[in-house]
């Protein structure tokens, strides 16, 4: 949760972003105050009492130390921009880079020194286990080094939408391991495909879990029709029969949800030493229907987090994302959505085009202009 506070006109300094010129958002916004721009939504005050008892002088000494992996396959100069702002805002943070060369050349010297890209890299694409594979591989190599205590996934599309020394506040009162979107992946009789209470094609809506056992659990047996060139698929749901066919996971439950997560040092270790870690990759890099279907990034990490004493934070992945569609991915945000952005509790936000101005105003909302 973020640390309670109503911003005052012009001043974000108290909350560790910066100054804002009032002039500006009162321009920018059609005639909006400052407070209407910035007003947070208050959670607890014993969260803000323990803060500020923690950190009385509302600096970042002796606060959590947060670092980064990044998954990328495209636009180094937006790759770039993100990693400079990760290192402006969090000072200096170790960021472990995959990107996809085989995709799209990169020169790793116009990159920041705290910026490290894992080599050889897996030439990983969308919906397929190589992403996984990727993702926990800079896991890896970030689990390797010293100074840190947090991480956090992120795409090379994604932008910092909160300041580094509250989200470093919070996650030194932190009472959970990770933060991450997760359900457990099961039929919901009465659910139907509709959007959820914002209008949106979201994880959290009751149809995404059945969605999720079709793609992970339900077992596709095609067998031909009545003329050679068609083909028919019998989908097999039964828990009982999936048992009999021998496509049931054992020892563990299937969890899914959205893919950008973030955790501490415990958080990485059982992603990469889970006892059943094996059997768990080994499922879900096995086809069981057709690959776009399968999506198993949105999976693997939750099923490893969730099958272990790992305590998972009640406020998800603090991440804000938009699916206005039945789409594959999330909207692209603009600069329309700023304020939606700010005044959401999430620290990240995707997908962003490349210099979109929406990137400029969170710049400035963020102190770094």
């Known amino acids: 949760m973020r640390v309670p506070q109503r911003l005052r006109r012009g001043e974000l300094g108290r909350f560790g972003i910066g100054r804002c010129n009032a002039a500006w958002l009162h321009a920018s916004f059609g005639g909006k105050t400052p407070d209407e721009v910035y007003a947070i939504e208050s959670t607890t005050e014993k969260t803000e009492k323990l803060a500020a008892e923690t ?5 970042a000494e002796n606060v959590t130390k947060v670092a980064f992996v990044v998954l990328s396959h495209s636009n180094p100069a937006q790759l770039l921009r993100l990693t400079t702002t ?27 020194s705290v910026c490290q890209f894992v080599r050889p890299h897996i030439d990983a694409k969308w919906g397929e286990f190589s992403l996984v ?9 970030l689990h390797q080094l010293d100074g840190w205590e947090w991480f956090f996934l992120l795409s090379g599309s994604d932008y910092p939408i909160a300041g580094a020394e509250s989200v470093r506040r919070e996650l030194l009162l932190a009472d959970f391991d990770v933060l991450i979107d997760s359900r457990l ?5 009465e659910a139907v495909d509709v959007p959820d209470e ?13 969605l999720a056992y079709d793609r992970y659990l339900t077992y596709h047996i095609s067998f031909p029709g009545l003329k050679s060139s068609d083909k028919r698929r019998l989908r097999v749901r039964s828990p009982m029969l999936l048992k009999i066919f021998g496509k049931w996971p054992i020892p563990f439950r299937v969890y899914a949800g959205d893919q950008w997560f973030g955790g501490n040092r415990r958080t990485a270790e059982v992603l990469l030493h889970h006892p059943e870690r094996r ?17 198993p990034d949105e999976a693997t990490y939750q099923t490893l987090v969730c099958n272990s004493d790992l305590i998972l934070s009640r406020l998800g992945s603090r991440r804000f994302s938009k699916w206005p569609h039945r789409d594959r991915h999330p909207k692209w945000l ?6 939606e952005i700010v005044n959401s509790n999430a620290w990240f936000a995707r997908k962003f085009l490349p210099d ?7 710049d400035k909302y963020l102190g770094l202009k």
């Open 55 to 59: 950190n009385p002088k509302g600096r």
């Open 86 to 112: 990760l290192m402006r805002l969090y000072e200096d943070p170790q960021i472990v880079c995959h990107h996809n060369f085989t995709l799209c050349p990169l020169n790793q010297n116009e990159f920041p």
């Open 133 to 141: 594979r990727a993702g926990l591989l800079a896991i890896e190599m």
């Open 185 to 189: 992946a099961r039929v919901v009789q």
């Open 198 to 210: 914002k209008g949106e094609f979201s994880h959290s809506r009751p149809y995404w879990c059945s």
């Open 279 to 295: 059997a768990i990759l080994k499922f879900f890099e096995t086809t069981r229907g057709s690959p776009w279907l399968r999506v």
């Open 334 to 339: 603009c600069q329309e959505d700023f304020l």
């Open 356 to 362: 979109d101005p929406a990137l400029d105003l969170l």
